[in-house]
């Protein structure tokens, strides 16, 4: 899957920006992820595995929570929120889709 070069998640517990960090793993290969840029946060983003938490060094898939494109199966990032109207706005990070959405925000809920 090749992803948009630039978008920006937003933490889906926190509702504010991620930093995309690299973790080289074994082999050749560098991914990255994103992550809440608050200190008590534990909170990633990978674009292959959609949020979960990152504790000790290790990706933690207990509290996952994954939102997949209808149009093309990418998983979908938590782009914007509008606060006032209790929405959620999702899209997909693939090239050459366009898909996006809006849900409720837990809060609304």
Not at 2 to 8: A, G, I, L
Not at 85 to 103: G, H, I, V
Request: with cysteine; glycine share 4%.
């Amino acid at each position: 899957m090749t992803s948009r070069e630039q978008f920006s998640p937003l933490c889906d517990v926190h509702y504010t920006s991620m930093q995309r960090m690299m973790v080289e793993e074994d082999g050749e290969e560098i991914q990255s992820y994103h992550i809440c840029e608050r200190r008590d946060c534990s909170r990633v983003f990978r674009d292959a595995f959609g949020y979960s938490d990152l504790i000790e060094g290790q990706f933690d898939k207990s509290r996952a929570f994954i939102r997949k494109c209808p149009a093309c199966g990418a998983i979908l990032y938590l782009a914007e929120v509008d606060q006032p109207r209790k929405l959620e706005t999702w899209e997909c990070p693939r090239m050459n889709c366009e898909f996006s959405e809006e849900f409720p925000s837990p809060a609304a809920r």
